[in-house]
């Protein structure tokens, strides 16, 4: 039997507050900032709409931002998901560094591996965005 949802997670250390990197990555209008391919954002309320390069709008719900936990959970909504679950959390170290997981499960299973590719483009970018030494 062929596998209908798939798991994929990412993750990088940064040489960077947590703080820092959550002032990015948990502000759900910045995401055009960090993730490559995506060229704009607009959010309203718990809808975030955002535009490919390619000019394809891709609708998300946004489900959670923790700033205490520093979770931020969405997920899209664009009909050609029958499910999806995207999860982005920042963990402190405890010595000036941070731990940023990008976890996307999805159904059908390929677009997990479509979207948990461009999330670790996104994560390995990070560096770069924040002005820091590459990731450990």
């Given at each position: 039997?062929?596998?209908r949802?798939?798991?994929?997670?990412?993750?990088v250390?940064?040489?960077?507050t947590?703080?820092?990197?959550?002032?990015?990555?948990?502000?759900?209008?910045?995401?055009?900032?960090?993730?490559?391919?995506?060229?704009?954002?607009?959010?309203?309320?718990?809808?975030?709409?955002?535009?490919?390069?390619?000019?394809?709008?891709?609708p998300?719900?946004?489900?959670?931002?923790?700033?205490?936990?520093?979770?931020?959970?969405?997920?899209?909504?664009?009909p050609?998901?029958?499910?999806?679950?995207?999860t982005?959390?920042?963990?402190?170290?405890?010595?000036?560094?941070?731990l940023?997981?990008y976890?996307?499960d999805?159904?059908?299973?390929?677009?997990?591996?479509?979207?948990?590719?461009?999330?670790?483009?996104?994560l390995?970018?990070?560096?770069?965005?924040?002005?820091?030494?590459?990731?450990?």
């Open positions: 039997m062929t596998a949802r798939g798991s994929v997670r990412h993750e250390r940064l040489a960077c947590p703080e820092r990197v959550w002032g990015l990555v948990g502000s759900a209008e910045r995401l055009a900032e960090w993730f490559p391919g995506v060229t704009s954002c607009t959010v309203h309320g718990d809808v975030r709409t955002v535009v490919t390069g390619a000019g394809l709008p891709m998300e719900q946004i489900l959670t931002v923790d700033q205490h936990l520093r979770r931020f959970q969405y997920r899209i909504t664009a050609l998901f029958i499910e999806h679950l995207s982005i959390d920042v963990h402190d170290l405890g010595d000036g560094t941070s940023v997981v976890s996307v999805a159904e059908p299973a390929p677009l997990a591996l479509v979207i948990g590719g461009a999330a670790r483009a996104a390995l970018g990070l560096p770069d965005v924040l002005g820091l030494a590459s990731p450990r």
